[in-house]
């Protein structure tokens, strides 16, 4: 039996999409094809799950994190704290707003910043953190500032990189709502997954927000006057519809991955496993954007399971600070050996809520059966 790796089919099942079909019916009827009602009622529903009193649409989680930087007063000459093992964009967005990140290593326990390196890496010029809750697990926000500003001697604003972890929890309050403001992402395969690129941003701030809305149409307050130069990061309402249709289900999506994910725990366990593969970090709040495990002799366990249909991934395969587009900023092999070492053996496992337990456990199946020729082979 195949094991895709993603598949839309479980969100957008029949039911799905003949309700789609029709909010896309009522679009093409009233024409309202950008930014349109779906859009404000899109941000309304995202409050309200979220719990933030600020959501602004926008056109991709990238762009999302271009507004919460720059509405936090990000810009040149600024230094932002990274982690150097993440998706590009949570670098990228910093150097688009012609700021400089600074690339932090991660904890090898949470695979997310690790707080003392950020401390060690604080110069006059750092002007924020940047917080990724990755593979879907939450950071301690509030931690790492208060241990940032304690090391610092003056506050160091935290901006979340949300992307990864729509639902998540820390015991502190959910993720998105803890930093000075958020970037989301939408992208089909994220936990809530829109039918386009899409994303939004957040803040419990209505001055952070309403700068956020501004620079999401030109930096401009009143048609054709600019204030000051923003982007055109606008949201299809069509998009925006797909979104809708989907987030009143997203408590059950993410309940299905943690069921997931635990139900790999008990498999790879029972199947005596851990001595060559890590399981990732528990954490009740977790929402599993990804299930990565560490393995050993990564790249063949991987080719092994692609040679028998089943889906993996590697997410990332090269830290930000060895980025040719990076180099320039002087990193080196060796400087952040968290990161490195996680891009040498970290594999995502299928854990999208269509995911069936028989599924998983073909794919236990085939690990202990690449393990076991390995160790025949020795
Ligand atoms: C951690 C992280 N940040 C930012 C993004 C960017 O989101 P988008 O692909 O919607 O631009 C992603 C999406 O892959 C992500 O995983």
Redesign the pocket.
């Known amino acids: 039996m195949a094991v895709p790796f993603f598949s839309i089919h479980h969100s957008y099942n029949d039911a799905a999409q003949k309700s789609l079909l029709a909010r896309w019916q009522r679009i093409l009827e009233h024409g309202g094809f950008v930014n349109g009602p779906e859009v404000r009622e899109l941000e309304a529903d995202l409050a309200e799950f979220l719990d933030v009193p600020e959501v602004v649409c926008c056109?991709?989680?990238?762009?999302?994190?271009v507004l919460a930087l720059r509405a936090a007063d990000i810009g040149p000459g600024d230094e932002v704290l990274v982690p150097a093992f993440?998706?590009?964009?949570?670098a990228g967005?910093v150097s688009r707003c012609g700021a400089t990140p600074v690339f932090v290593d991660i904890d090898p326990a949470t695979f997310c910043i690790d707080p003392a390196d950020a401390v060690a890496k604080i110069t006059p010029q750092t002007k924020a953190c940047m917080a990724?809750?990755?593979y879907g697990y939450p950071v301690d926000i509030l931690a790492l500032a208060q241990t940032l500003e304690n090391a610092a001697g003056r506050p160091i604003p935290v901006v979340e990189?949300a992307?990864?972890a729509i639902g998540a929890a820390h015991a502190s309050g959910p993720v998105g709502g803890m930093g000075i403001s958020a970037?989301w992402?939408?992208?089909p395969?994220?936990n809530l997954g829109a039918p386009g690129?899409?994303?939004f941003a957040t803040s419990m701030d209505k001055d952070v927000a309403d700068h956020m809305r501004r620079l999401r149409e030109h930096g401009g307050g009143r048609q054709y006057y600019h204030d000051e130069v923003g982007y055109n990061f606008r949201m299809d309402s069509l998009v925006a519809a797909g979104v809708l249709e989907l987030l009143p289900r997203l408590v059950e999506f993410n309940a299905a991955r943690r069921v997931g994910a635990e139900h790999y725990r008990e498999l790879m366990t029972a199947a005596g496993l851990n001595h060559v593969i890590v399981l990732p970090p528990e954490h009740p709040g977790h929402v599993y954007?990804q299930f990565v495990i560490r393995a050993e002799q990564r790249n063949a366990l991987k080719d092994f399971l692609h040679a028998r249909e089943i889906g993996c991934a590697v997410?990332y395969p090269l830290a930000l600070h060895l980025q040719p587009c990076f180099q320039d900023l002087g990193g080196k092999a060796g400087d952040l050996p968290h990161s490195e070492a996680a891009t040498a053996n970290v594999l995502a496992l299928p854990i999208y809520p269509g995911v069936t337990a028989s599924q998983r456990e073909e794919l236990v199946a085939a690990v202990v059966e690449f393990y076991a020729q390995v160790s025949a082979a020795q």
Request: charged share 15%; glycine share 10%.
């Open positions: 056109s991709n989680g990238s762009d999302a994190l993440t998706f590009f964009a949570s967005a990724v809750h990755l990189d992307a990864q970037g992402s939408l992208f395969t994220k690129d899409a994303g954007h997410y």
